[in-house]
């Protein structure tokens, strides 16, 4: 009988999978090292092996899986399963879904790494009973995922929900993507980081420069909460200013999007929401409309790093499967 599902969130450097039995519960879960600068193929045995070995420690063969859902960064084609291209992964035009479908044998869906993570939200964290949702996730970039009228919005791109590229302040910063002033280029980990480099290349003192050993370019999300605590005036103000960022972009999604509930996550919100929520709700009231934040909540996710693998693996019980096995 195919009891369980298999639930992947694969990133750009870890790749984890949890298998969740009927009840929602992981009962074996295990990790690896993406290694993405990898071949294709490598990269695929990397995740083909993750997955085996979750389910060995649940106890189960693939015989009993009823279905598997896999989050990956994009652009990608969920109705096809194929990614398209990724700045995190090597894989262009690559068939992520058939290939995992072959590989255990049952149907697979496929989604955004975010959209998974606020899927799993929405099921089963601090959005649960919500019908319009929007979860947005700061770390080294910025992801957002939208729930609309209780379902995954894709959009005619089949990618929408880059909140992390509306542009904040135009002719701003320069962002991966190549365009200036994104959100991601103004409050991401890796934005943060380059503003508190900056800061120290220009003679300002702050404690970040003796918390941390070597002269890394990038500043750890448990640093920067480190440093603001101790009220270290240079980390304080580039934190605030990038806190003030988030929210400007959030209240522009709730005059646009009209959520429910706002669900933030992601390495920086993890170490910092305590120190960064004040900011970002005060920042959020001055763009949104007030009718439109009337009982809008902002909260911090409850799953943490599960949400992606829990959001996986309830999109592939809950979606049309991208995949079938050969
Ligand atoms: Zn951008």
Redesign the pocket.
Known sequence: MRTHVLGIDLGGTKVSAGVLDHNGQIVGRARAKTRAWRENDEVFSTIAQVGHTALERAGIDSQSLDALGIGSPGPLDPDTGYIIDSANLRFDNFPLGPRLATEFGCPVVLANDVDAGTYGEFRAGAARGASDVLGVFVGTGIGGGIIANGKLYHGFSKNAGEI??IVIRAGGPK?????RG????LASRTAISKDIRKAIRRGRRTIVTKLLSKKAESVPSTTIKKAFQKGDPVVTKIVTRAAEHIGIALGSMVNLLGPEIIVLGGGVIEALYPDMIGVIEKSTRTVAFEFAMKGVQIVKCELGDDAGIIGAAMLATELKPSSQPA
């Open positions: 992390g590229h962002c991966n993507c190549g365009a994104c959100l991601e280029a």
